[in-house]
């Protein structure tokens, strides 16, 4: 009975294990290559960064800035923003040096993110854009990347007034730059099921134990 108690307790944590939510994808993640380079043209601060189309809904939790070389972002903060393609601004937040890590495919540097409240994005154009000035943050220029299947990236986009402003202008490429994190996802049913079965199979070997 002993051994069947701990079999079915470890089958629990297994289950449980199952339900734990999926580490959240990044929108969009650098791939090796490119160039870190500071922004020639951004003093007094411009907004640049990225367009793309949603092709199926998502719905993301966080912004967040590359970091190039994880070393920080060469000033206290950097402001990111994210429109629709009617100019309306969907989210907006500020990344620092203390942001959360997460790691990128590109091993030249890491993604620096701060939350934001569950944000759906039907289908349709955005604009996604980040502060930059003339020394910092580097932005990584020719990168590859990748996406997440449902969203395309069509081109690189700049503001045309400094400050955090929606970057309707087009770039010769993209900047890469701020991204999205998508929000985590909900257990599936089948690992909830199994979780439910596991805990009631432990608690009847244990009422059958106190007979």
């Known amino acids: 009975m002993r051994n069947l108690i701990k079999s079915l307790a470890s089958i629990a944590v297994l289950a449980a294990a199952l339900v734990s939510p999926a580490q959240a994808d990044l929108v969009l993640d650098l791939t090796p290559g490119g160039t870190a380079t500071p922004c020639g043209g951004c003093s007094g601060g411009v907004t640049y960064g ?16 590359w970091d190039a070389g994880a070393d920080g972002l060469g000033q206290p903060s950097v402001q ?43 289908a349709g154009d955005y604009r996604i854009g980040a502060v930059f000035t003339s020394a910092t943050p580097l932005a990584q220029v020719g990168s590859p990347y990748t996406t997440i299947a449902g969203v395309a990236l069509t081109g690189g986009v700049q503001s045309t007034t400094t400050g955090l402003a929606d970057p309707t202008a087009q770039f010769n490429f993209p900047i890469f730059g701020p991204t999205m994190r998508l929000a985590n996802t909900v257990p599936e049913p089948a690992s909830v099921v199994l979780v439910g079965m596991a805990l009631l199979a432990v608690g009847a070997a244990g009422r059958r134990r106190n007979r």
């Open 50 to 65: 990225w367009s793309f189309t949603v092709r199926d809904a998502i719905t993301i939790d966080g912004l967040g800035m």
């Open 80 to 122: 990111i923003g994210l429109w629709s393609s009617a100019g309306a601004l969907l989210a907006s937040t500020t990344v620092t040096n203390g942001s959360t890590q997460i790691a990128s495919a590109n091993l030249a540097g890491e993604w620096l993110f701060e939350s934001i409240a569950n944000l759906t994005l039907a």
